[in-house]
Nanobody
Framework: QVQLVESGGGLVQAGESLRLSCAAS????????MGWYRQVPGKQRELVAY???????TYADSVKGRFTVSRDNAKNTVFLQMNSLKPEDTAVYYC?????????WGQGTQVTVSS
């Protein structure tokens, strides 16, 4: 089992920044992918960004150039630096861990961007 604990959500104004963190613990695979998804009420959960243990990153088109995903492999922690936030970024952000065999999810952290 893998446990994910997120932190860093909150309320900001448009144009401001936030940084999310997610620490994984438990049976951590040497090869894995960690990242972030987000969801608003009535819509499907969507990918925001992820990063592999090797450092390969993938971003949703809507956040490219504004968000940066990074990780500290020694601490099994993934980060999401969110700059130039927009009201449409408002959502619950979920940390995600995948070790090829199984997906794990964090409890979610609310990000609200006011206009």
């Amino acid at each position: 089992q893998v446990q994910l604990v997120e932190s860093g959500g909150g309320l900001v104004q448009a144009g401001e920044s936030l940084r999310l963190s997610c620490a994984a613990s438990g049976r951590i695979s040497s090869l894995n992918r960690m990242g972030w998804y987000r969801q608003v009420p009535g819509k499907q959960r969507e990918l925001v960004a992820y990063i592999t243990t090797g450092g390969t990153t993938t971003y949703a088109d809507s956040v490219k150039g504004r968000f940066t995903v990074s990780r500290d492999n020694a601490k099994n922690t993934v980060f999401l630096q969110m700059n130039s936030l927009k009201p449409e970024d408002t959502a619950v952000y979920y940390c995600h861990y995948n070790n090829v065999i199984k997906d794990y999810w964090g409890q979610g952290t609310q990000v609200t961007v006011s206009s």
